[in-house]
């Protein structure tokens, strides 16, 4: 896992197609807003079926990292 910090209206980029947008900040919950093609998949972790999220490996290193 990647974690980054990121203020209002700054944004992170995934690949060239993907860019995510930190569009507000109120009392301790943050609203992203997502652009991605409409053909890439975008889901709440809630509202999927425990059988179909991603399991990561446990011995995957935690990388951290301040942009």
Do not use: H, W
């Not at 990647?2 to 919950?29: F, M, P, W």
């Not at 807003?33 to 079926?49: C, H, K, N, S, T």
Request: aromatic residues 2%.
């Amino acid at each position: 896992m990647l974690v980054l910090s990121r203020k209002l209206g700054e944004k992170i980029y995934i690949n060239d197609n993907i860019c995510i947008t930190v569009v507000d900040i109120d009392r301790g919950k943050i609203r992203l807003g997502i652009e991605a093609p409409r053909d890439v998949p975008i889901f709440r972790q809630e509202l999927l079926d425990e059988s179909k999220v991603p399991k990561l490996p446990a011995d995957k290193p935690v990388l951290a990292a301040k942009v």
